[in-house]
């Protein structure tokens, strides 16, 4: 995979102009997207910017707005569709010299029906979704950046399935104007690069905070949680062993870790996600299901059907719920330094008609805590399993620095 630090630090020295550093993934592009069909559209150039991200070309998820590059959404309803502006997290991008090098595939309006896009590692199986582009152009080593967005594990997972590193930030901390919603409440923008170092310096370089691109933590005397969800039933063993591995290689670097079981408020927080999912995603989506029921694809037509059965009640419910678990979690992951759990139910799903199973990304996609997922090790058809790190709501930067020191003991004891 491309580095966003090191070419940024090429373009930076002179090494490479930024030019020729886009000219690489126009390249990388050109050679493997044939097959991997991560690209929905693409400009017929690449112009470079100025800034700490000048010569990175960054993929961005065709549900948000380009001015200059069509945004479908995954769907007939928008083919060709030209909004007037970019949106922020577009302009964020360009502010801080990076070039969109494309609009990346994605399920239709986000939801569960595949997209075109194929795992990297195995064409037959699933790169997972919503984000299946973002995540496998990446992946793939064709871009060094890409935007997705996550409503319930739609950049943890792919990323996960795909051998990519991601973060899902808190809730809030990159903007989602000119995003197309899901459910307003949960949608949240996210990264996937090549390392946890990558998405950190890529948060710092597009949010103005540069105490994001942290600085490696000590794991001597941290003690981290290892939540397995119970709530949410059991993962495959590939990732029962991997969050063993992972918690294995901490202790060995002297970090303590225990088992921290989620309290039972918790699983009424899980349950809630589908409710107010529900509702909003009724009105999100109210003209296209309106006007062009017909064109939704079977999976979200047949969820937006029963989904509107959902009440106000039961949405104002949801909401106390949710809102009660924040509290809860507050304080539960103030107990350790941050929580080691599973990415993703196991390795991706050895067909293309499903983009697997975000139960154990829902959560903390509700609860708005800052997560994070690097690869670990392969599983027993040999394609990437990783496992998932989350912090409290806030301390990215700390989540960021954690990351960075795993990652290292996965390195080294590679």
Known sequence: MLSVREIARRVANGEISAQAALAESESRIEARDGE????????????????????????????IDTADLPTGMGSPIYEGWQPRADAAIVMALKAAGATV???????????????????????????????????????????????G??????????????????????????????????????????????????????????????????????LQGLRLGLNRQEFAEAPEPACEQALQRIAALVRQAGASVVDLAAPAALGDAFRAHGPLQDWEATQALGWEYANH??????????????????????????????????????????????????AAPGEAPATLASTGDSR???????????????????????????????????????VIAVAKALERLIVASA
């Open 360 to 398: 154990f990304n829902r959560l903390w996609t509700l609860m708005g805590t800052p997560c994070l997922t690097v690869p670990l090790l392969r599983g027993a058809r040999g394609l990437p399993v990783s496992f998932q790190l989350i912090g409290r709501f806030g301390e990215d930067a700390r």
């Open 293 to 342: 029921r017909g064109a939704l694809p079977p999976k979200l037509r047949a969820y937006l059907d029963e989904a509107r059965r959902t009440t106000p009640a039961q949405y104002d419910e949801a909401r106390r719920v949710a809102r009660r678990g924040r509290h809860l979690t507050e304080a539960w992951l103030g107990e350790v330094d941050a929580m080691l759990t599973y």
């Open 36 to 63: 991997l069909r991560a690209f929905a559209s693409r400009p017929q150039v690449l112009v470079p910017g100025e800034g700490p991200l000048a010569g990175i070309a960054c993929g961005v998820k065709d549900i």
């Open 149 to 218: 967005t996550q409503t319930g594990g739609s950049v943890i997972r792919p990323a996960a399935y795909c051998g990519a590193a991601a973060i899902k930030p808190s809730y809030g901390l990159l903007p989602t104007v000119g995003v197309k919603p899901y459910s307003w409440s949960l949608d949240t923008l996210g990264l996937m690069a090549a390392s946890a170092d990558d998405l950190g310096f890529a948060l710092a370089a597009l949010t103005g905070r540069p105490e994001l691109d942290a600085a490696e933590a000590s």
């Open 101 to 147: 090098a494309g609009k990346t595939q994605t399920t239709a309006f986000a939801f569960l029906d595949p997209a075109p896009t194929r795992n990297p590692h195995d064409p037959t199986a699933s790169p997972g979704g919503s984000s299946a582009g973002s995540a496998a152009a990446v992946a793939a080593g064709l871009i060094p950046l890409a935007i």
